[in-house]
């Protein structure tokens, strides 16, 4: 297994290009379902799991071709990949798939919405919680679907082959069924109002997305989505906005090391609430025509208390970036992570570079050291490993981040982005 060998203590100087935002692509791609035409996406991240969902998808007969051709690993930033459902050929989305990657139960909205039936595998649990699909039934339930669940599958049926537009308020702010009930009701007959909806960003790119198909959807990015349900969608042509948490993540870095790093193609709108609070930390952010310059001169990092909301709250994709910055803040913060309840993981492997963590519930109790020392580290999410790549930046010494994968789920080229600006970053091949 790969690891990432950092020796830390330089500061971050250059640019980072931000890439494709992972959350944004996957239900993108998920939406080429849709239709029997092309579904043309610009700006794909190349990662693992867009990889993933591409099998995936083909599982259900979705044809793809980047950059013009088929292929399966094209390198390179900012890829413009086609998907065609020109036929649905499988509207089954086995547990061997669903269990390796969550977003892919998401499916289960375009299969019913255009076929009039789905059986989806649960996607069970995961490493940083529970996560049921309650909300998923209830919001498909609302638009007339039948739904029953049998030997770990759901079996979703439409009568009459089609849904039907009707009112569902969230019981709670989920981005997954916000997507998924967009998606559906987009080809339900009649007007579906969704409240209480997730405003994620990625969530107007879909929204908008689906306009481009010819879907009526409006107020994405508001609390109250309306759709009025059309016959049938076309291709389109859509680029998959920045990633937000990559570009926080790196922001985070740099407020660690300190330097000056201008993160290319950022959009600061995506973001706000995070770049307050990192500003707040003494970091210098500064919107330019490229992007965003993020800045840190000898000052230290002053402690800032967090709470994980959903948007545009504090993002829970960044709090165990955040917790790697504040271990090395002058005081003490307290970080609460309201949306998972065991998203803490990076806790005890922050605590293996020195820093001093208690928790309390769903509070981390932060007290900043004023240096940190490099050790072998592992973690088991995504977000975690990255707030350890960031600490292992800043500490004194050699760090090793085990279990590399996880990062090359959603960071693309991480180590030749840093290394760029002038950590000291590699990978090691097993
Ligand atoms: C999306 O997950 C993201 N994934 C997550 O990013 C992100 O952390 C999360 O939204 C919150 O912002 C993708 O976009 C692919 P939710 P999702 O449904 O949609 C509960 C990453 O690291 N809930 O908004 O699965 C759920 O358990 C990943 O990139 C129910 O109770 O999250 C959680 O407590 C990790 N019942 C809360 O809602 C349901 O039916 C919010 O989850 C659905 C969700």
Redesign the pocket.
Known sequence: MDRIRIVGGNELTGSIPISGA??AA?PLMIASLLTDDTLTLENVPHLADVEQLIRILGNHGVDYSVNGRREKQQEGYARTINFTARSIVDTTAPYELVSKM??SFWVIGPLLARMGEARVSLPGGCA?????????IEGLQKLGAEIDIDSGYINARAPNGRLTGNRYVFP??????THVLMMAASLAKGETVLENA?R?P?IVNLADCLNAMGAKIHGAGTETITIDGVDSLSGARHAVIPDR?ETGTYAMAVAMTGGDVTLENARPDLLQGALDVIAQTGAEIIPVNSGIRVKRNGAGISPVDITTE?FPGF???LQAQFMGLMTMAEGKSRITET??ENRFMHVQELARLGAHITLAGQTAIVEGVSKLKGAPVMAT???ASVSLVIAGLAAEGETTVNRVYHLDR?FERLEEKLSGCGATIERISA
Do not use: C, Y
């Not at 940083?128 to 998923?136: E, K």
């Open positions: 992972k959350n996957l969550r977003a940083i919680g529970t996560r049921p699909v309650d909300l998923f709670k702010v989920s981005v997954g069924a997730a994620e990625e948490i959903p993002p829970t994709d949306i998972f999410d995504l977000r959603g």
